[in-house]
């Protein structure tokens, strides 16, 4: 949990974590749709979704430096 609060990157969520009564709980914003029903729609445009897709996958290269 410490290396997840840790984790710094501009395309990763800020995680809080905590301990009330005997229970760890993880905390992040809300994302308030999915990126795949948006697509489905078709209101991204192929360019600015593989710019996401950049993104995420930078974060996640992020992630797994830290063996996230």
Request: charged share 15%; glycine share 2%; with cysteine.
């Amino acid at each position: 949990i410490r290396l997840m609060q840790a984790a710094r990157h501009p395309n990763v969520v800020p995680c809080i974590a905590g301990w009330k009564a005997n229970h760890w709980f993880i905390a992040m914003d809300l994302a308030r749709c999915d990126l795949t029903a948006v697509y489905a729609r078709q209101e991204i445009p192929e360019g600015i979704l593989a710019r996401i897709y950049h993104d995420m996958c930078s974060a996640l290269s992020f992630l797994h430096s830290f063996a996230i």
